[in-house]
Structures are given as structure tokens and as C-alpha cells.
């Protein structure tokens, strides 16, 4: 940034943190309201354990960032098509799809070397999410047909199509009966990589990913196209953009994403694909991790990471207290999705009720943070001041 | 006369920006009150304060006497205040009588349209507007419904009219027509406020004048009568002498640089917008479009730019046939687009100053080589070009949202004229904007033009049009009505062509 | 001014809640499972649940099967709704807060359970409907073919139009399973009985169950047999409404269906991991998968919810089921 | 025949859920709110029907208890939506996620986990005297639950309040432009509210309906993604009431036959007839999005300077 001193760097960095924080303290005392009528256990006891099991030791952390890969993936998924002004709710079936393409590849031609069956892998898993994604950018620029219901509705498709996959046409025949695909083959398969800890090479890919969403807006002609076509779609016609290039293309990257996501999670952590493979919403987790990283590279991992301690500290909670159910954490999460998207809830606003008769402003206030979003958060509507 | 409406020491705030700072504004009962000032003065935003649509930081209103507290437009409302806006507040999709009964207070649950319209139809009767009760809203024109916006006013028994730059869509003759409806408003007793910067339309139709000069008032109630010289207005206006008139040369037409040949235009509703539109544009001329807005000026410079493909006929850009190009084959061939809302279409509020400045050519070098941007070239390129052009900024990180609007279209009109354009199209280049702005920006098109640039204007203002281009077209109802010379445009003249009637030309001066 | 409401709405908010959590702070903690202070005589044991404990099938008799070893004298823990891609997770959280026995619920997590069991020698894991031994871990098959088989059994021996119908949930193994061996247990009975069979794909979607249930009355089936965890309701129901027969698949789905429902086939798992932690705590635990179904008494014909079945058919049931545990049928699985 | 009366039956039934929260998204859309969060209301209707049937013991009751607790929880989407502006979607999406985790902590706080099913009291059939004894006509059309004959009775109800009365005006108006509202007096925020607390106490009419008409317990996730399918419906039957029921009769009959293909084609795979209403759902949106009616405002909120 031109211009800017350490202080107000500082100052920027303290407001990007002031929301989520707030949004976050706010949905955990709402939550320990939950705890303290469903349960007999202490919220402050609850979230211990939560907070234990997400950051408290090195194992803990380990598996945060295990849990944290695949929600990365999906937020990328959704932070690109929000950016490029459209929202991908379907990251959840992108997911599925890039894991079954990845494991019909996975499975199907066993003594291939790793250097050529991997990358075959996640290229099938990227290609079967970006194919969803690619069919929702057409039906929407073809037909005009809003992407909302068409990705809602395609995740339930995509959810049968695993049904079927692995009951049918990539069926285990060799071990059992069992509705689940052979496992991945080992060669395509990613290991972990530090000694004494649990985490993946996906992990790796994963920063790859974040640093190439960051490369791909900023410094791409494309990239650049699509961010401005996200914002302004009558600017970015004007400026000779090809609109429904743009959000096609657009949704083939972020169903990519997502199902590159789909592929690690499949090739990493659960090693086959099962009917039950999918229980967790990581498409729809994506979406808070995105909101809470403000659409950002850096955002997305720092709240990719914070929902992965989440998840891992809601197990430990669920683990260690007895009658908080999971479904709490499930509780926990939405509210964090609420408040992370009204965050301007907390704004301090200064500048419209200031009747103060000193003739300069006190300079920009949080407020300008959520108004001024950086992200296309705001709606196009909002009138744009005097 | 009574004073009906007085506001005390308004003071309104923007975040650091003051709109109207401690603004006194009186208004006698049955007079016709200007509200004169700049684009920009605070005009709009004191009114907005009076309809309830802000709040005021400090101040007080009173209304007949009594201290109000006016906190949306439905208190205004009870109160006896209407308002036009400037940007017609109706809703295109549904009937006229249902725009006008739209939050009236005196509707019964199940609405009774067919009495209303009753109604309606007399009312528009006696102040001699005829409009269909039952027609879209949407296929109206503009002129309708701005008669229907007034209407809609006078349906809820206003005693006090605020108009907000009424006549800045008007055709002169329309223009004409409105100033009847004033009268006889004022004849029965009704208040307008009229909130304007064209000079003579004030003097033709205001009993007394404030003046709004960045914010602060800069005159109050002055009685128009005593008002010799319409400079005298424009200095308390702009606060200095105001240089009228643009310097230019005469110009020397070149090679024809944009043909058009019989192009037609048909919407997708079936509409035929545009028909057999012929004319051509030559290096070092500036070429005017004057109409009235909703002419057919959108879709011509939509199909010239590549945004529409005309339904027949052809574009020619230095020879090359462009009819079915798309926009980015156009730019590519070379034309300048001030686009006709800036905030619509011609930047990106969201985004920086040096992004605002790459987006028209980021695909090509130096902008960007192999699909990846140079942002070192891009960022010396932006601080020239602001340099050059004068925008007001902190920095090129600067968000475009945050820049005046009079510096946003400087940066839009500095980013078109520097590409390496043939053809400079500005479409309403100066609207919005303030004198100062207004000249700089009309200067700078003639200086494109003397650099040997085609230059295709579209404006309304007939002051705009009388004094830049070196030809002018006027275009009604999708035809092309007249190619006028300079010299031989008349304000009358080209007021009477751009209300459709073709012997306009006869008025001409000999 | 709506600004500053919203901003007092949410400090009041956050004030409520803050009062919240202070009462909470004065709120003995009495639920927490580990009690660091304990001595280490008892013996931990983890129920690592797939699905939601409130299926009123498969996952709710896995918990009282927990239930029932608490009883035992034994500390329990669970996690439900586990995803396969936490269960390491699961195991670790359990494992490291010193657990002895991990009881994991399903096949899912047969890959997961394998691998992180290596981490932790000295925990003992159970691994239901799944073909792992290592050396700390024992699996045990229950034997839902054997369910499927008697259902189908007194389907057959119950119709009157010789067509039944079975109505699985999601196609998994215990449901696919189940789905067979109807189908040979119907066929046991009735070589030239017709039989309909079909999963809603769903455990959640009680109306597609119950949807799917009318039409297979609508086709002439007679004798409905749902195994879809919660869903099975739907079926349930939808035979009351119709006025056919249904064959429950655990307990209490006849609640809603008074006048229809005859019996339920249980297959009440807890036995299964009572018998296995029992072998546990007696050291003896043989390498071989356990099977567990009617011979082990996990499953077995339930309480005759209706007066009017014939003796003659309840004895022909129940010689299904001894022969069912001798070993005399055989169900065919492949 | 009775195949066909059977099928045409079941589509009634069927779409009837579909109908109730499409009636309420319908407004809501209109006033320029995109209502995602249908699920989790219809879900939270579902249980806290069952919840006041159980206590109540009465089904009216219970409904009522349910459209009180619905419209509460509508009320937390209008509160982030209209008062503080947030995105439609992403706010629709966390009511949803809200809604799943509620319904089953307060359902096994309530009743427990591994239990049977309270007793509650259910809506019966209520066949119509005399024309339900007309052949063919009367089983199909009326031998239903009440709550099937007041969807279809409120579909003209509905189209009357939209496009005749004053009321109606405003929803419209209010979704097609809202700052032209603002300047005739029309409270834009409160408007907006209370079209989203009206969808509310629709999808807990339509929740209740599924819990105790449909079935007469609560499961966890049990609307299954009713909640879209109505919104898909109001897309697809161009935002009025006439479209409204229409789609919903075309999203019921495909459901109908996705059952009874599923009941004859018993070697066909299972998931595929699954997949029929997801598909026709799609199809339909790319048929009828080119001329719609959606609101101007869509989806957008408005800011007040």
C-alpha cells in the first residue's frame, strides 16, 4: 500500500481483526445459552475442551489443519465466483463430483508410477468438480437460469451419483459387498510429510492454491477481468469483457477448486470413497470460511484454519462432556455464519451520528471497513454517497 | 405572502464530508423559490433533508410556524410536501394509477383503481396533462412521466412541490408545458421550490432565488426582479467570473474516420429504436448528437461500441466494417468511449484508481503481456495520467468510490483520451458535473480534437451542444432529424427539432 | 438513528449472554466424562457413532449397547454423527485421554480405524461389520442378512396377495444386506412369493419412505418391512394408513402403527457389544470376526404386537430362527 | 384407474407442502427477499409442531404453537437481512445450518434420543361430505387432509392480495424499487420484514404439515430439502400465486413418479428415479428464466443513504 506508516498498518490490521473477533465472541456466548439449556455442562468447560482440542497441543493442531485442507478448497471455491459477482452454493456437490472423478482414477489402473498417477488424480478430481461448475455457468449464461436452485439442485444430484458409483460401476468387488469404492491405490495417494505429525502433502497444495487464487485475481489479465466483471458487470461489458465467458469460466475454476478439495480429502484422509464419505457440509462450511476471511487469500487460510480448530475442538468437546451433542457445534457454526455476514451489527458508527461541532472527522472508523468492503460484499444496490 | 417553510442552520454531514453546512432557507407561502447552486452545491441534499430521505446533523425545520421533525418522507407527506426527484421514482414494471396510489394514505385495503383513476384522469385534466391511467409506466416517455411524477404529488394535496432539476429531460417546448403547470399551481396557491442551475429557465419562471455555494448559502432569498445580469447570478453561483464560453478554433474536417450507413435497430421487445441512422464523423471534428434523452442516443453509441448489434445497415471505423464486432473489437480498433454513466458502466467504485485506469485495455501491452498485468508500468502510467489530468487524489491505491464525482469523470475521460483512440465517443461528458469541471473536461475534447481526433458527442444540454461541436446532428424518436452546422444552430431551432417537429430549420437565422 | 438501535440491540445482546455465561461459571460441571483424579481401576470405554443416536435403529442400539457396559461398571464415552474423515481424530481424542476400549461403529471406518489403531498399542478396538484383525483389534460381523431373512420369512408366511415389499434407506451394507437376505427369506418360505425391493436412498426422508411404502401397497404388497433407521416410521405408518401388515426393524416403530404393525425383528447390536466387551474384560477374544446374529441372540423375533397371528406361523418363525443360529441356513451375499 | 387416481392423489398430497412455503416465499420474493432459508423454517415448523401437538394435545394447537416459533425464527432472518443488511444467501444459508443444529438439540433435549416417537395429535383425513363420494373426481380431489383443501383454497386468496389490494401493491413495489417506495412514505424495512415474518408462519404451516400431516413425528433433517424445491417453485411459476401452485402440482407429480417408477422399476437403480425431481427442477428454471418476473430488487438490500 502507498502511503501507508506501521501505525496505520497496524490500525488496518486491527480493524480487518475486529469483526470476525467479535462476530466469533458473540456466537459463542449465544451458543453457551444452548449448552446451558440442553446440557449440565458448563459452556466455559465446553469451550475449553473446544479450544484444547482445536489449538492446545501440537496434535491438536495437527488435526485442525487436516480438517482445515478441504475447507480451504471449498472457500477458494466460493471466494473466486464471489468475486467474479456470483455465488456458488454448489461447492458441496463440485466437492463430490472432483471425488468420485478422483477415485474412478484412483482406483482404475493400479501399478502406474506416483509421478504420473497422482497428477492424473488431482487433475481428475479438478476437472470433475470444474465440469459441475462448468454446466452451472452455462445453464446460467444460456438460459439466465438462477446459479442458487441450479447448484442446490445439483448437489442432490451429485449425491445420488455417489450413491450410485459406489453401489454400482466402482464397487470393491475384491474385499466385499460393501457400498465403497476399492481403495486409492498408493500411488495415488498423498502422505504425510512431517515426521511426528498427522498432516498431509495436501496441505502444501493447499498453500499452493491460496498463494495461485492470489495470483490468479491480482496478477492475471483473466483474473483482473473477472474481478472487475465481479463488481461491475455493466464496467466490465464496457470494457470489452466477455460477461458470460467470464462467469463461465469462473465457475469452471471455482467447481475446480472445490473439487480438487474433494480429491485430496479422498486421497489423503479417507483413502476410499464411501456413500458416507460427505456427512460433514464442507461446501457450505466453505462459504463461512470465505465470509470470514473476506474473500482473501490470506483471510481464507486464516479462517480455514480457525473452522478446522472448530471442528476438531468440537469433537474434543463432544468427546470429553457427555451430553453436549455435536449438534451444538453445528449451532456454534451457524451463528458464526450470521454474524460474520452482519458483522456490520458491530460497526461503531461514528460518522452519521457524530453532532460533535468540530469541523474534521476523526478519520476513518471500523465502519468504513464494512462499508467499504473490499470484497463485493456490498450489494450493487447500496447508493454510492454525494 | 407567509413564510410557509423555513430551515434553520442545516447542517449535514457525509463522514468528513459536509453537504450543507448550518444552510438557512426560507420560502414564503405561493411563490416560485429557486434553489440555484452547482452540481454538487448541496441542493439536492438540503431538499432530501426537507422529504424525510436524510437527517439532518443540526438544524431545525419549520413548517407554517411550527418546528417540525420531518424523519421520512411520510412525514413530509402529512405535512403537505411533494417532491419530483431528479431520477423519477417510479416503478416501469407497474401501471401509471398504481404508481400514483402507491402509498397513499387514503387507500382502502382492496384497492379501488378504476375510481382512482377517475380522479387521476380529471386532475390531469385540469392542469391539461393527458396520461393513460392504465398504461406500463415502462412505455411511457420521459416527458410522461415526469408529468406523472408531478401528478402523483398533486394527488396526495401538496400545498409545497419540490421539483429537482425538472426540466434536465425536457425538450424545450416541454419545458414550456411544465412552466404552465407551475403557474397554475401558483395560481391556486400552491408553493414550489424549483431546484435548478440553468440561468434563464430560473429567470423565466422563480419569484425569489437562494443560492448554494459549496454547501453554504451564498445568497437567500433574492427577488429575481432585481436581478439585471444573468452573470451577476453566475458569480454567486460559482463564486468567481465565470468564462461562459469554451475557446476553440475553427475546425478542419480530414478523413472520415466513422460511417454509418442506414443502421437500424430493434430491441428485443420489438421496438424499432433505431431507423436508417446515417451520418459519418471525420478526423478533427467534433460531431454533436443533441435529443432528448430515451431517443435512441443509448442504442446508437451502444451499437457503435460493439454493446448491441444492429438489426441492418453498417459501421465503418477507418474503412473497417464493425457492425457485427464485438465491444472488445472495437476498442481494439480504436475508440475512446466516455460511457453515459460513469458509475453504471464507465469505472468500477470498488476498485483503485490504477485498476479503474487498466480496465479498458488490460489485455493488451503494455497494460499486460502473456495474460499477466504489469503493475510497475501500470502504476507510473496511472500517476501521469492523474498528473495530466488533474484528479484529485490521495493516491492511485485510492479507491474510485471515494473520488468527487467531477475527479471520478476525469479520471474516465483522462483514461479514454489517452488511448491511442481515432474515434473519441463522449456520451454526456460534462453531466453532473460543476462549471469548473465542466470546462476542463470540455476543453480537454477539443484539444483531442485538434490533435486530429474524431470526436462523436451525445448530449442534452442544449448550452453543450450550442458551443462544442463543429457539426450537430439531432436525433428523435430513433431518426436522425437534422445535420446541422454550428452557425446554424439556434437554441429555438434545435429545441423545436428535438421535440420532432422538422421545420424547426425555417427558425433559423438567415 | 436505526443505527444506534441495532448497535444497543446487539450490546444488549452481548450483555444477556455475557450474564449468561457468568451464571453458567457457578454451574457444577457435572457432565464431563473424565475425571483426571480418578484412579485408573475402571475400565473407558468409546463408541464411535457413524450416525445420529436417535435413529431408533442401528446407531441407537450401538448406544445402548454403551449403556449397557457402563452398567458393567466401565466409563463411557461417544461421539455421534462422526464423518469418516474425523474418526482419527475421534480415536487419537479418545485414545490420548486414556480409553482402553474404542468401539467403532461402522464399516466406514474400517481404513481409519486400521491405520491410527498402529498409533495406540495399548487400546483395544472393535470394528463392527468389518474384516480387520490385527493385533488390537478385534471385528465382529453383525448379521443383518439374518434380520433381512427373518423378515422376509413372516413377510411371506403373512401375505395374503404372496407380494412383499421391502424398504431399505440409504444403500450401505447393513441396509443392502438386509435387502438380501429379505429376499431369500421370502423365498424360504414362498418359492413363487413376488417381492419389491427398493432403498429411498435417505434416512432422514420419513415422507419419501413412507411415499415409496403407498406405492408398494398401491402394487398389491401386503406385508411392508422397512430398514431404514429412522425413516422406517414413514413405512410404519404408511401400513396403518393403507391397512396392511408391517414388520418392524427395531424397537419402538410400532408406536405409529398400532393396528398395522405384527412384530418387530430386532437386531439388538448392544448384545453384540456387550458379549464383546465382555470378552474383553475376560482376556478371551478370539482372532476370527465374530459373527453376532441369532445364534449370539443379537437378533431375535420380537414381541408380538397383535393377538391374531396364528401359533402355526410363530412356530414356523421361530424354527427359522433356530436353524437360522445352528447354522442350517445359509444366506447367500454375494 | 386407480392407478391414475392413486397418482393424481399423491401429487396433491405431495405438492401441498411445496405450495404452503411457496405462498409465503412468494411475497417474500416479491418484496425482494431471497428467502434460502425456507429449509431450516420449515424445519424448525416441523418440530415445533410436534412439540405443541405433543404438549397441547391438539393439532390445531400445535400448529399454531408452530407458526408462533417459526415466525420468531423468521424474525432473526429479517433482523440480519433487512435491519442490518447483510447478504441474502449467506444469512438464508446460516438459518439453515441454524435450523438443523437447533431442531435436533432441542428435539433430544425434549424427548430424548433413543425413544420412541411422542404421541401427538395429527391432522386426519378430512374427506370432503358428499363430493368425495363422486368417482375418480372425488378420491383425487377430495379425500385429503384439511391443510391440502386451505393450500389450494389460498392460492386465489393470495393472487387477490397481490395484485388487488393495497397491501399487495407494496410488496410488489417494494421489490421492483424500493427507494421510489421510501419516497411515497412506504416504510421499506418494515414491509420487507414482515413479508419474510409471513413466508414464516407459511413454512411452518408447511413443516407442520410434514411432521403431522404427511407423517405424525419429528425426525432429525426430515424436510430433506423441501424448503429449496419451494423455492425452485417460485422461480419456476414466475413469482404469482397461479404460477406458484402450478409448479408445485409439476414438482408433486414428478415426485409422484419418481415413486411409483421406484415401485415398478425395481431393477432400475435406485438413485436415478431419485435424481428425477432435481432434474426437472433444472430444466424447468432454463425454460422459464428468459421471461420472469423476478423482481428488480432481488435479493438486494436496501441502504438507505
Given amino acids: 500500500m502507498e502511503g501507508l506508516g506501521i501505525k496505520q498498518r497496524l490500525q488496518e490490521t486491527l480493524k480487518s481483526i475486529y469483526f470476525p473477533f467479535v462476530a466469533i465472541v458473540v456466537s459463542l456466548l449465544i451458543g453457551s445459552v444452548v449448552i446451558l439449556a440442553t446440557s449440565t455442562t458448563s459452556p466455559l468447560t465446553a469451550y475449553g475442551h473446544m479450544l484444547k482440542g482445536a489449538f492446545g497441543n501440537l496434535a491438536a493442531f495437527d488435526a485442525t489443519l487436516i480438517k482445515a485442507i478441504p475447507l480451504i478448497f471449498t472457500a477458494l471455491s466460493f471466494s473466486l465466483a464471489r468475486r467474479s459477482g456470483i455465488i456458488n452454493l454448489g461447492a458441496e456437490g463440485q466437492f463430490m463430483m472432483g471425488a468420485l472423478a478422483a477415485t474412478a482414477v484412483g482406483v482404475a489402473t493400479p501399478n502406474l508410477p506416483a509421478i504420473i498417477h497422482l497428477p492424473a488424480t488431482l487433475l481428475a478430481g479438478f476437472l470433475g468438480g470444474a465440469l459441475v461448475g462448468l454446466l452451472t455457468g452455462v445453464l446460467k449464461v444460456r438460459f439466465g437460469a438462477s446459479e442458487l436452485i441450479i447448484t442446490i439442485m445439483l448437489n442432490y444430484i451429485a449425491k445420488e451419483l455417489i450413491s450410485f458409483f459406489v453401489n454400482g460401476p466402482l464397487m470393491d468387488s475384491a474385499s466385499s459387498s460393501y457400498p465403497q469404492s476399492a481403495p486409492m491405490e498408493p500411488s495415488a495417494r498423498l502422505y504425510k510429510f512431517i515426521p511426528g505429525m498427522n498432516v498431509h502433502t495436501g496441505l502444501i497444495i493447499a498453500l499452493v492454491f491460496i498463494f495461485l487464487y492470489y495470483f490468479f485475481l491480482w496478477k492475471t489479465t483473466a483474473g483482473f477481468d473477472m474481478r472487475v466483471v465481479g463488481f461491475n458487470p455493466s464496467a466490465g461489458e464496457y470494457a470489452g469483457m466477455n460477461i458470460g465467458r467470464s462467469t463461465i469460466f469462473a465457475l469452471f475454476l471455482a467447481g475446480g477448486l472445490a473439487g480438487l478439495g474433494g480429491c485430496i480429502e479422498i486421497i489423503a484422509v479417507q483413502g476410499r470413497l464411501m456413500m458416507t464419505s460427505f456427512i460433514v457440509p464442507y461446501g457450505f462450511t466453505g462459504i463461512a470460511v470465505a465470509l470470514l476471511g473476506n474473500l482473501n487469500p490470506l483471510g481464507v487460510l486464516f479462517s480455514g484454519i480457525l473452522f478446522g480448530g472448530l471442528s476438531a475442538g468440537a469433537l474434543r468437546m463432544e468427546v470429553m462432556t457427555r451430553n453436549v451433542s455435536s449438534s451444538v457445534a453445528v449451532v456454534i457454526q451457524a451463528l458464526i455464519i450470521l454474524f460474520i455476514a452482519g458483522r456490520q451489527m458491530f460497526a461503531i458508527k461514528k460518522r452519521y451520528r457524530s453532532r460533535s461541532s468540530s469541523g474534521t472527522s476523526a478519520g476513518k472508523t471500523v465502519t468504513d471497513e464494512a462499508k467499504d468492503d473490499d470484497a463485493p460484499l456490498a450489494p450493487a444496490t447500496a447508493e454510492e454517497g454525494v | ?510 | 438513528m436505526r443505527n444506534k438501535w441495532i448497535r444497543m440491540l446487539a450490546l444488549a445482546l452481548v450483555l444477556v449472554m455475557s450474564f449468561g455465561l457468568l451464571v453458567a461459571c457457578d454451574k457444577k460441571d457435572s457432565g464431563s466424562a473424565s475425571d483426571p483424579d480418578a484412579p485408573k481401576k475402571d475400565v473407558k470405554v468409546a463408541l464411535i457413532l457413524e450416525g445420529s443416536i436417535a435413529d431408533m435403529s442401528w446407531n441407537a442400539t450401538a448406544y445402548e449397547g454403551l449403556k449397557r457396559i457402563e452398567g458393567l461398571g466401565a466409563t463411557i464415552g461417544h461421539t455421534e454423527n462422526t464423518p469418516v474423515a474425523s474418526a482419527a481424530d475421534a480415536i487419537r481424542a479418545f485414545a490420548s485421554d486414556g480409553y482402553d476400549v474404542i468401539f467403532m461403529s461402522s464399516n466406514s471406518f474400517q481404513d481409519v480405524a486400521v491405520e491410527t489403531a498402529k498409533e495406540f498399542p495399548d487400546v483395544q478396538f472393535f470394528l463392527i461389520n468389518s474384516a480387520a484383525t490385527e493385533s488390537n483389534i478385534r471385528s465382529f460381523a453383525i448379521q443383518d442378512a439374518e434380520q433381512g431373512f427373518l423378515m422376509g420369512a413372516l413377510a411371506a408366511l403373512l401375505s395374503v396377495n404372496n407380494k412383499v415389499g421391502f424398504i431399505g434407506g440409504l444403500p450401505i451394507n447393513p441396509i443392502i444386506n438386509g435387502g438380501k437376505g429379505f429376499e431369500q427369506g421370502a423365498k424360504y418360505v414362498n418359492p413363487d412369493i413376488e417381492i419389491m425391493s427398493q432403498n429411498t436412498g435417505n434416512f432422514d426422508d420419513a415422507v419419501a419412505a413412507k411415499e415409496l411404502a403407498k406405492q408398494f401397497v398401491s402394487e398389491g404388497v401386503d406385508v411392508l418391512c422397512p430398514m431404514a433407521n429412522q425413516a422406517s416410521l414413514g413405512v410404519m405408518e404408511a401400513a396403518e394408513e393403507t391397512g396392511v401388515l408391517a414388520i418392524g426393524s427395531g424397537r419402538n416403530q410400532e408406536t405409529v402403527a398400532p393396528n398395522a404393525a405384527v412384530v418387530a425383528i430386532i437386531k439388538d447390536t448392544s448384545i453384540a457389544y456387550e458379549a464383546a466387551y465382555k470378552s474383553y474384560l475376560e482376556g478371551k477374544m478370539p482372532e476370527e470376526i465374530l459373527p453376532m446374529g441369532a445364534a449370539q441372540g443379537v437378533i431375535y423375533i420380537g414381541e408380538y404386537y397383535k393377538d391374531d397371528i396364528s401359533q402355526d406361523i410363530k412356530d414356523k418363525l421361530n424354527d427359522i430362527q433356530q436353524k437360522l443360529a445352528a447354522g442350517e441356513i445359509k444366506i447367500k451375499l454375494d | 384407474m386407480n392407478e391414475v387416481v392413486s397418482f393424481f392423489s399423491t401429487t396433491l398430497r405431495l405438492a401441498t407442502p411445496t405450495l404452503l412455503a411457496a405462498l409465503g416465499i412468494v411475497f417474500s420474493e416479491r418484496a425482494g427477499v431471497v428467502n434460502i432459508g425456507t429449509e431450516g423454517m420449515m424445519l424448525v415448523g416441523a418440530l415445533s409442531g410436534v412439540i405443541g401437538s405433543y404438549v397441547t394435545g391438539n393439532v390445531w394447537l400445535g400448529t399454531l404453537i408452530a407458526i408462533v416459533v417459526t415466525v420468531l425464527f423468521a424474525a432473526i432472518f429479517g433482523f440480519f437481512t433487512v435491519v442490518v443488511k447483510a447478504d441474502q444467501t449467506v444469512i438464508g444459508t446460516g438459518m439453515n445450518l441454524l435450523a438443523s443444529g437447533l431442531t435436533i438439540t432441542v428435539n433430544r433435549a425434549l424427548f430424548g434420543a433413543s425413544t420412541s416417537p411422542p404421541e401427538i395429535d395429527k391432522f386426519v383425513i378430512a374427506p370432503i361430505p358428499g363430493l368425495s363420494k363422486i368417482p375418480v373426481i372425488g378420491p383425487i380431489f377430495f379425500n385429503h387432509h384439511i391443510l391440502v383443501y386451505l393450500a389450494f383454497l389460498l392460492v386465489p386468496i393470495a393472487h387477490f392480495v397481490m395484485f388487488r389490494t393495497n397491501v399487495g401493491l407494496k410488496v410488489r413495489s417494494v421489490g421492483e424499487n424500493p427507494k421510489a417506495c421510501d419516497t411515497v412514505g412506504i416504510r421499506v424495512g418494515m414491509t420487507r420484514f414482515l413479508s419474510i415474518l409471513y413466508s414464516g408462519i407459511l413454512a411452518g404451516i408447511a413443516g407442520s404439515f410434514v411432521s403431522m400431516g404427511m407423517l405424525s413425528f419429528f425426525t432429525e433433517g426430515m424436510i430433506a430439502g423441501g424448503g429449496f424445491i419451494a423455492l425452485a417453485a417460485v422461480v419456476f411459476g414466475n413469482y404469482t400465486p397461479r404460477g406458484v401452485m402450478f409448479s408445485s402440482l409439476v414438482f408433486g407429480a414428478s415426485n409422484a413418479l419418481m415413486y411409483r417408477l421406484q415401485a415398478l422399476a425395481t431393477n432400475v437403480p435406485s438413485q436415478f428415479p431419485l435424481m428425477i425431481p432435481y432434474v426437472i427442477t433444472i430444466v424447468s428454471l432454463c425454460i422459464v428464466s428468459r421471461r420472469s418476473n423476478k423482481p428488480l430488487g432481488s435479493g438486494k438490500p436496501y441502504i438507505k443513504e
Avoid at chain 2, 432557507?25 to 448541496?42: W, Y
Avoid at chain 2, 468510490?401 to 475527479?407: A, E, M, P, Q, V
Wanted: with cysteine.
Fill in chain 2, 1 to 510: 405572502m407567509t413564510t410557509i417553510l423555513e430551515m434553520r442552520n442545516i447542517t449535514k454531514r457525509f463522514g468528513p464530508v459536509v453537504a450543507n453546512d448550518d444552510v438557512s432557507f426560507s420560502v414564503k407561502k405561493g411563490e416560485v423559490h429557486a434553489l440555484l447552486g452547482e452540481n454538487g452545491a448541496g441542493k439536492s441534499t438540503l431538499m432530501n433533508i426537507l422529504f424525510g430521505l436524510y437527517e439532518q446533523t443540526s438544524g431545525e425545520i419549520l413548517y407554517k410556524g411550527k418546528t417540525v421533525n420531518i424523519r421520512s418522507p411520510r412525514d413530509a407527506i402529512h405535512l403537505g410536501i411533494g417532491m419530483v426527484h431528479q431520477h423519477f421514482m417510479l416503478i416501469p414494471a407497474h401501471s401509471a394509477i398504481e404508481n400514483v396510489v402507491l402509498g397513499y394514505e387514503g387507500n382502502s385495503a382492496v384497492l379501488d383503481l378504476k375510481s382512482a383513476a377517475k380522479r387521476f384522469t380529471e386532475m390531469a385534466e385540469r392542469y391539461h396533462m393527458n396520461i393513460d391511467p392504465w398504461e406500463l409506466v415502462g412505455n411511457l416517455s420521459v416527458g410522461q412521466q415526469q408529468r406523472l411524477e408531478i401528478l402523483k404529488a398533486l394527488y396526495r394535496d401538496v400545498e409545497t412541490l419540490i421539483l429537482d432539476e425538472p426540466t434536465a429531460v425536457l425538450t424545450p417546448q416541454e419545458v414550456d408545458g411544465l412552466f404552465e403547470v407551475i403557474r397554475q399551481l401558483v395560481a391556486e396557491g400552491k408553493t414550489v421550490v424549483f431546484i435548478s442551475h440553468k440561468l434563464p429557465e430560473i429567470r423565466a419562471i422563480c419569484d425569489r432565488c437562494t443560492i448554494l455555494r459549496r454547501g453554504k448559502v451564498a445568497a437567500a432569498g433574492l427577488p429575481i426582479s432585481d436581478i439585471k445580469d444573468l452573470n451577476e447570478l453566475a458569480r454567486l453561483m460559482v463564486g468567481r467570473e465565470v468564462e461562459l464560453v469554451t475557446e476553440k478554433t475553427p475546425s478542419e474536417p480530414g478523413e472520415v474516420v466513422l460511417n454509418v450507413e442506414n443502421l437500424n435497430y430493434t430491441n428485443d421487445k420489438g421496438i424499432h429504436v433505431l431507423k436508417d441512422v446515417n451520418f459519418d464523423v471525420r478526423a478533427g471534428e467534433i460531431v454533436g448528437i443533441c435529443g432528448v434523452d430515451g431517443n435512441g442516443q443509448s442504442e446508437l453509441i451502444k451499437c457503435l461500441t460493439g454493446l448491441l448489434h444492429a438489426t441492418s445497415g453498417k459501421i465503418e471505423l477507418m474503412g473497417n466494417d464493425i457492425t457485427a464486432c464485438t465491444p472488445k473489437q472495437v476498442l481494439k480498433q480504436g475508440i475512446g468511449h466516455i460511457p453515459e454513466d460513469r458509475h453504471a458502466m464507465g469505472m468500477v467504485g470498488q476498485m483503485n484508481l490504477r485498476e479503474n485506469i487498466s480496465m479498458v485495455d488490460s489485455r493488451d501491452e503494455p497494460y499486460s503481456s502473456h495474460g499477466f498485468m504489469h503493475w510497475r508500468w501500470i502504476d507510473d502510467h496511472s500517476r501521469n495520467l492523474i498528473d495530466k489530468f488533474s484528479v484529485k487524489t490521495p493516491s492511485i491505491m485510492e479507491k474510485a468510490i471515494n473520488l468527487s464525482g467531477g475527479n471520478q469523470q476525469k479520471l474516465v475521460v483522462g483514461r479514454e483520451l489517452s488511448r491511442k483512440a481515432n474515434l473519441l465517443i463522449a456520451v454526456h461528458p460534462s453531466r453532473g458535473l460543476d462549471i469548473g469541471a465542466t470546462k476542463y473536461i470540455q476543453s480537454q475534447i477539443v484539444e483531442a480534437r485538434d490533435r486530429g481526433v474524431a470526436v462523436l458527442m451525445v448530449s442534452t444540454e442544449l448550452d453543450e451542444i450550442l458551443e462544442i461541436p463543429d457539426r450537430v446532428l439531432v436525433i428523435y424518436s430513433g431518426r436522425i432529424l437534422a445535420c446541422l452546422d454550428q452557425c446554424d444552430c439556434t437554441r429555438s431551432g434545435l429545441g423545436l427539432l428535438m421535440a420532432g417537429i422538422e421545420d424547426g430549420e425555417e427558425d433559423r437565422p438567415a
